[in-house]
């Protein structure tokens, strides 16, 4: 028996609110957390929420970054590239200010066709952990950062990678202006319309923020109960900012490292965790040694998160240009280590009290899958609780001076400490980590294969 998805009068409802839509998106994500499927017309929408669903290939969701399908496992050619069933997910879909005709999105997640989830589907990967948790009675609250780079649209065109001028001023920056409030008002009509279109589309964004190179922006998305929710809107804001840029000419990325010598940009996921009375089990008396509540079970996170943190490595810095971004003294975590209101460490708590005790994982680049990265907070936090794994001692000061758990940063040693572990295993499922492990090595394979101008500039001439 085929799953229905819930709530069919949803699709009903929504096209007696907008008569004028003609099409809708129906939005996959991948490993990669880039967003796969087709265009649905309007009379068809139907069908993602009743019994017949809309069929996919599975190998949709395990192709590499370019979108060919990886030829070292049997998902996409020698299994004949089988179809699955698609449904909607509840409460996602919405319209879209961005295109000429008047179109919708939906977010939809696959299974098979006795109705069990497919086991590449990153939202089910994400459920799987969920499931573990509430099997404690304790349900994680999540928020997640995005930092991203907004770039000149004509430039890029021709390959050449700069911060975008303002529309308004014509300026472009050229250094650092962290949290300077103008450079925002230089983008005020890009924020702007973002902002109009996270309202229509029922996404929480809290806050814009300059960030740390000129070009970088920071988004904050408003805490959720539901941490699955929470990775839906994550996926769906970075669409909404992507697709605004487009509108106004301009490229908005996510790549962990688009300079060289500016600061990469990070998915920074903000967790706690609730007891079934509703009361944040992270909270506890002050640890003097930080100035902030760390309760014995947030404590025991800690560990877990330290344990699990070089296997999750991969899915942290899932390509070739992830690894640009770890470099000690940037902000970007390459050690497994804790501590209070530190901004060099990987694990940082930045709550003053038991209400707001959470756990901030920096470790993350914003290319990162979000429900990827969410598994393995996740799956690392229940590690440390049920097994009551004690952390090593909080830093203090600059973490990239102290001693801490090395972490592999270097992709191919990341893929292989991935595959080889055997916590995130765990919770993940042997097929699915040795999918991602292959799919990932296909293309690190492929791209360490590649000639690069770098080749050129160093060796054409001097060997």
Known sequence: MLKQSAGVTEAESFLVAHPDIVAVDMLVPDMNGILRGKQLARDYLGKLYNHEGVRLPGSIYLLDSTGQNVTTYDYGTRDGDPDYFCFAVPETLAPVPWSKRPTGQVLASMYQGNGTPFFADPRHVLSAVIERLAELRLKPTIAIEYEFYLLDGEAAARDEIRPAASPSSAFRAHQTNVYG?????????LLSDIHAACQLQSLPAETFVSEYAAGQFEINLHHCEDALKACDQAILLERCIKQMARH???????????????AGSGLHVHVSMLDENGRNVFGGPIDTRIGRPVSDTMRHAIGG?????PESMALFAPNANSYRRLRPG??????????????TVSLRLPGQDEKSARIEHRVAGADANPYLVTAAVLAGIHYGIVNEIEP??????????????EMPVRWSRALDVFHQGSIIRSYLGDRYTDAFATARRFECENFHYQIQPLDYQWYLRNV
Do not use: C, S
Not at 181 to 189: K, N, P, R
Not at 335 to 341: L, Q
């Open 305 to 309: 998160l330290i344990a699990a943190m």
């Open 248 to 262: 106004h000419g301009l490229v908005a990325t996510f790549m962990a490292k688009p300079f060289a010598e500016q």
């Open 392 to 405: 090593p001692a909080p830093v203090v000061g600059d973490a990239y001076a102290q001693h801490a758990l």
């Open 330 to 343: 940037t902000y970007a975590p390459t050690r497994a280590n804790w501590g209070g209101d530190n901004r």
């Open 181 to 189: 409030v103008d450079d925002l008002y230089e983008f005020e009509e």
